[in-house]
Antibody, heavy 116, light 107 residues
Framework: EVQLVESGGALVKPGESLRLSCAAS????????FIWVRQFPGKGLECVSF????????YYAASLEGRFSLSRDNAKSSVSLQMNSLRVEDTAVYYC?????????WGQGTQVTVSS | DIQMTQSPSTPSASVGDRVTITCRAS??????LAWYQQKPGKAPKLLIY???NLATGVPSRFSGSGSGTEFTLTISSLHPDDFATYYC?????????FGQGTKLEIK
């Protein structure tokens, strides 16, 4: 069974940093691309970042203004999202997902709250 | 960016009704389109991937169709459990973008 499990969400203050992780199992990790999606309290969904299987293509939402960094560790079957200079408007549930021609899988999400 | 527009936004229907939700893309997404169901406090649940493929465990009353710029999600006969919010998402080109959601309400 394919599983994606996010971790690392927390309550932090504006300007602080946080690192989210996504642990994958039940799939050939090294052949999958991954994305992070966030869902704001008002329910809108935004694709935050994308990394392909070889980490040769990494994209970020323009709204991030260079504050986030995505990486992967194929040996550990994990993807990490480093979030710096967090803002109140980054408050959301963050989901890890893989979307391929043979299927789509999301994790259950991790809550990030940025508040003073 | 590909803009996704769903309609209607807040339809109301009754148990047993046939319901169709439309998702239009501002440019082609080929068949790289997913549909999700979401209930309060839960993660989006995948219903359909690649426009018309039923996800594992999803009841056969759900179906998806379309290609290019117009897609539909059809629920053939509404069950009480189907009253929820539905989202479409294109994953043809980054940034993968979502529709604004369709909240299906009980009439």
């Amino acid at each position: 069974e394919v599983q994606l499990v996010e971790s690392g969400g927390a309550l932090v203050k504006p300007g602080e940093s946080l690192r989210l992780s996504c642990a994958a199992s039940g799939l050939t990790f090294s052949s999958h691309s991954f994305i992070w999606v966030r869902q704001f309290p008002g329910k809108g969904l935004e694709c935050v970042s994308f990394i392909n299987s070889r980490a040769s293509e990494i994209y970020y939402a323009a709204s991030l203004e260079g504050r986030f960094s995505l990486s992967r560790d194929n040996a550990k079957s994990s993807v990490s999202l480093q979030m710096n200079s967090l803002r109140v408007e980054d408050t959301a549930v963050y989901y890890c997902a893989t979307m391929e021609s043979d299927g789509v899988m999301w994790g259950q999400g991790t809550q990030v709250t940025v508040s003073s | 960016d590909i803009q996704m527009t769903q309609s209607p936004s807040t339809p109301s229907a009754s148990v047993g009704d046939r319901v169709t939700i439309t998702c239009r893309a501002s440019q082609t997404a080929l068949t790289w389109l997913a549909w999700y169901q979401q209930k309060p406090g839960k993660a989006p649940k995948l219903l359909i991937y690649k426009a018309s493929n039923l996800a594992t465990g999803v009841p056969s009353r759900f179906s998806g169709s379309g290609s290019g710029t117009e897609f539909t999600l059809t629920i053939s006969s509404l069950h009480p459990d189907d009253f929820a919010t539905y989202y479409c998402q294109q994953y043809y080109t980054y940034p993968y973008t979502f529709g604004q959601g369709t909240k299906l309400e009980i009439k």
